[in-house]
């Protein structure tokens, strides 16, 4: 009930922001939390499990009509959709498709995380044309086979076949993450949410850091933010970047 409660909030948010709630500046991308695991486009979905992805055609949307079927290992956590371009993350890799125009996904590349071992992570990924950035953190189990980075990373993939890992940053197990032009909003479990500017990917800054609460994921909106944690969600207003503010929070 309360994923149900978080949904309906948050599509009620962005509404009242603006009525088109595709990215104006990315044809046929969506605006979804980072660890989102249904996300349409065009007239097709696409929905990961724990261990597939697999696309539907919704020409009939009565009717759905599986497409598209493929495994893609283990512990598939998020999927993040740009353009015709898909992230996936898994437990260990961070995976790349390019939807063709018949829906059908191609895989560009597999990017591990070099933690094979380490079933703990957990991986949500936004990107922008040329950079894909990635929260690896510890998870709430202590059935880990050995310690978690917590880090975010930052991959160029100016070369989808090939991404190069060029810079990352230490932080208290990051969760969920959403991008808004230069602007990086990360959440981290147990300590709120941290805003970095990101306009020079070698050179990246932390300019807010809002703790006190739990965060899990984040949703930006043309200068709006909305924070969702395990028992609260958070709305930011972010218009000025230098003069970020609380604007209301609620329980659940």
Known sequence: MK???????????????????????????????????????NNF???????????????????????????????IESMFLRGDILFIGSATTLHIYRIGQDGIPAQMSTTAYNNFMDMCSRDPVVANDSIAY??????????????????????????????????????ERPKGLGLDGDLLFVCEANDGLKV??????????????????????????????????????YQYNYTD???MYLLSAMDL
């Open 134 to 171: 990635v929260t690896l953190s510890s998870a709430e189990t202590n059935n880990c086979i050995r310690p978690v980075e917590n880090v975010l990373r930052l991959y160029d993939i100016n070369d989808l076949s090939d991404p190069i890992l060029i810079n990352d940053l230490l932080m």
């Open 45 to 75: 979905l696409y929905f990961i499990s724990d261990a597939e992805l697999i696309a539907y055609s919704l020409k009939d949307p009565a009717k759905p009509i599986e497409i598209f079927k493929e495994d893609l290992g283990f512990g």
């Open 196 to 233: 970095i500017d990101v306009s020079k990917p070698l050179d990246i800054k932390l300019i807010h850091h809002f703790d006190g609460y739990r965060a899990f994921d984040v949703i930006p909106r043309s200068g709006h933010l909305l924070v969702v944690g395990p028992d609260s969600l």
């Open 241 to 243: 970047r230098d003069n």
């Open 3 to 41: 994923k149900v409660i978080i949904a309906l909030i948050a599509s009620l948010f962005f509404y009242s922001c603006d009525s088109n709630l595709s990215d104006s500046n990315t044809p046929n991308s969506v605006l979804s939390g980072s660890y989102a695991n249904m996300l349409t486009w």
